[in-house]
């Protein structure tokens, strides 16, 4: 099957501690993106990459960080500068050819800080 | 003022109805413009996508755009309980960056 996964589908963060969310995608997109969705506000971008080995911050970036050493793989680092990191985490992935940039998003992991 | 404002309901509505759904946008450099479903506790999908103002429809699903007063709709016809869900809309640049509504909570009493 293709599409996006996202793993674990809940995660428990301890006060100080840095835990990572795993996003994979086997469309051959280009492009990966993270968002934290809270309610009543929306999705916001944490980072997004469009190639391997580059990416970019979005709107909220302080105290996450993330990785592309693949096409398929953008995984997001929740650090423990993340004073407020309970949120439902959304993975995002697209193709940038003409006509085809719509976004695909993953399952979701909700973090829950113990 | 956020670059997507949307309703953020809740809506509720008789199963059968017309579900009448508004966003508006700032950003006149906006060129796609897309609706997602989102069930709760689970990742969004993707209803319908436009580029154009005009009209758009798949099946019970109308998407409308409206460049010039930079607003856009979504229209659901003949609602059914399995409709209800929260609706974003989504708009994006030419950066391939989306903005997002904050989602309207719908739900289609039986």
């Known amino acids: ?114 | 003022q956020k670059e997507v404002e949307q309703d953020p309901g809740p809506l509720s509505v008789p199963e059968g109805a017309i579900v009448s759904l508004n966003c508006t946008y700032s950003n006149s450099a906006f060129q796609y413009f897309m609706w997602y479903r989102q069930y709760s506790r689970k990742g969004p999908e993707l209803l319908m996508y436009t580029y154009s103002s005009g009209n758009k429809e798949d099946g019970r699903f109308t998407a409308q755009v409206d460049k010039s007063s930079k607003y856009i709709s979504l229209f659901i016809r003949d609602s059914q309980p399995s409709d209800s869900a929260t609706y974003l809309c989504a708009i994006m640049g030419y950066d391939y960056k989306l903005s997002f509504g904050a989602g309207t909570t719908v739900t289609v009493r039986a």
């Open chain 1, 1 to 114: 099957d293709g599409g996006i996964t996202q793993s674990p589908k809940y995660l428990f963060r301890k006060e100080g501690q840095n835990v990572t969310l795993s996003c994979e995608q086997n469309l051959n997109h280009d492009a990966m993106y993270w968002y934290r969705q809270d309610p009543g506000q929306g999705l916001r971008l944490i980072y997004y990459s469009q190639i391997v080995n580059d990416f970019q911050k979005g709107d909220i970036a302080e105290g996450y960080s993330v990785s592309r050493e693949k096409k398929e793989s953008f995984p997001l680092t929740v650090t423990s500068a993340q004073k407020n990191p309970t949120a439902f985490y959304l993975c995002a992935s697209n193709t940038l050819a003409g006509g085809q940039e719509t976004q695909y998003f993953g399952p979701g992991t909700r973090l829950l800080v113990l």
